[in-house]
């Protein structure tokens, strides 16, 4: 599926912060970052990428942890390792353009 611009770069920037996939522990924290930044549409759209990439077990996670993030505040220390996770892939941690 194609995606704006931005989206395509966030799924980069994901990629590069987790080579090997991202692990069940950090969904909750990740799409909670995600969505301080975008809207609940596109980080269903990134969750989408991410689960048609994974097995289906983590794809069930992925759905699970989305629904974990409305449901539930992930502790600061997930988020803070997430975050340094992004952070050495290139993730800006800031408003990203929409181009």
Do not use: Q
Not at 5 to 30: C, H, N, Q, S, T
Not at 43 to 56: H, W
């Amino acid at each position: 599926m194609a995606y704006p611009p931005f989206l395509e770069k966030i799924i980069g920037w994901l990629r590069a912060g987790y080579p090997a996939g991202v692990p069940e522990v950090d969904y909750v924290p990740l799409f909670a970052i995600l969505g301080y930044h975008l809207s609940n549409d596109e980080v269903a759209a990134i969750a989408d990428e991410l689960a048609a990439s994974t097995d289906p077990s983590s794809a069930d996670a992925i759905k699970h942890a989305i629904t974990a993030v409305t449901n539930t505040k992930p502790l600061e220390s997930d988020i803070d390792r997430v975050r340094a996770r992004l952070a050495a892939g290139g993730w800006p941690l800031a408003d990203l353009p929409r181009e």
